[in-house]
């Protein structure tokens, strides 16, 4: 998954970070979002492992992946609302 990255509990930190950031602003289904303004937020040292925590997620099937003119939109996958759930709550605080 994360090159930049070798503890997947930091990994983990992250998914759980931009998964609880798209669940608070309701980003599920058909209302989507930017890939940047997903990782706005995540110290720049981590933006990178972020970067690929997302395409790890929408390989997943967590993230929906939408291409617009304007660039690449993502979203929560509704089908898999239970384990993103999960793990926010496991692995935030």
């Known amino acids: ?5 070798k503890d997947s ?3 983990g930190k992250i998914r759980a ?3 609880d950031k ?4 309701g980003k599920w289904g058909p209302i ?6 997903a990782v ?7 933006l990178g492992a972020a970067k690929e925590v997302i395409e790890a997620a929408i390989k997943d099937g967590f993230l929906n992946l939408k291409p617009t003119s304007y660039g690449d939109q993502i979203s929560l996958n509704f ?3 239970e384990e993103i759930m999960a793990i926010i709550r496991d692995l935030l605080p």
């Not at 989507?32 to 303004?37: A, L, R, S, W």
Request: net charge positive; no cysteine.
């Open 1 to 5: 998954m994360a090159k930049r990255l």
């Open 9 to 11: 509990a930091e990994i």
């Open 17 to 19: 970070t931009i998964f």
């Open 22 to 25: 798209l669940d608070r602003r």
């Open 32 to 37: 989507h979002t930017g890939k940047e303004n």
């Open 40 to 46: 706005k937020g995540i110290p720049s040292h981590e």
């Open 79 to 81: 089908k898999k609302k």
